[in-house]
């Protein structure tokens, strides 16, 4: 069975640029999250989504992050206009319960760099 | 401020050393969680404890939940250089189940 899986793997950009990133989860999972690390800081939280309905976004930094899982299958995260401070490793991560909680599993995530 | 501190924030040791990392924090968690990431993946979970002075092994890892639910341990036996990665320990929120996670502690085993 295919891992969670994500692209770009690195995705370079200007400050300014929109970039937008894909996360595949594995079959059948509905529950897809989404997790940011910032260089020299810990893995934080962006936002939940339960099959197509974002059940927490909490953690979005502003409104310059759009994410959106159409169908309940795969899942964009759309940065635009990008910022400096974007710079970090994003992870997406898709589990299988509904209820409770239950394990994540995490894809290699994709390393964007604003310069 | 960070609701999870790890340390050591790096650490490296040769191969058959024995060696601990911890996870601490001021606050109570029903649980808590250890990942361990290797480049270019994303974290992989090792184990979750959920009782109070818990112990789990995993071969030659040993993990423990402090007593009164605000601490955890890391323990590896005569480390090989396969142990090498970033090791997280991460709760789970009760209330909408994100995980928290510490800033991670680097560890290289040298051959």
């Known amino acids: 069975e295919a891992g969670v899986t994500q692209f770009p793997s690195h995705s370079v950009i200007e400050k300014g640029q929109t970039v937008t990133l894909r996360c595949d989860p594995i079959s059948g999972h509905d529950n897809l999250y989404w997790y940011r690390r910032v260089m020299g800081k810990e893995i934080k939280f962006l936002l939940h989504?339960?099959?197509?309905?974002?059940?927490?976004e909490s953690g979005m930094p502003n409104n310059r992050f759009l994410a959106e899982r159409t169908g309940g299958t795969y899942s964009t995260l759309k940065v635009q206009p990008a910022e400096l401070e974007d710079s970090g490793v994003y992870f997406c991560?898709?589990?299988?319960?509904?209820?409770?909680?239950?394990?994540?599993?995490f894809g290699p995530g994709t390393r964007l760099t604003v310069l | 401020t960070q609701l999870l501190e790890q340390s050591p924030q790096f650490l490296s040791i040769q191969e058959g050393e024995n060696l601990t990392v911890y996870c601490n924090s001021s606050s109570v968690f029903s649980s808590l969680q250890w990942y361990r990431q290797e480049p270019g993946e994303g974290p992989v979970l090792l184990v979750t404890v959920v009782t109070g002075g818990e112990v789990k092994k995993l071969k030659r890892l040993t993990f423990q939940f402090g007593d009164a639910r605000k601490d955890s341990s890391l323990h590896i036996t005569a480390a090989q250089p396969g142990d090498t990665g970033l090791y997280l320990c991460?709760?789970?929120?009760?209330?909408?189940?994100?995980?928290?996670w510490g800033a991670g502690t680097k560890l290289i085993i040298k051959p």
């Open positions: 991460a709760v789970i929120m009760d209330s909408n189940y994100q995980l928290i």
């Open positions: 991560a898709s589990s299988q319960t509904l209820a409770g909680w239950d394990e994540q599993f």
């Open positions: 989504f339960v099959k197509e309905s974002k059940q927490d």
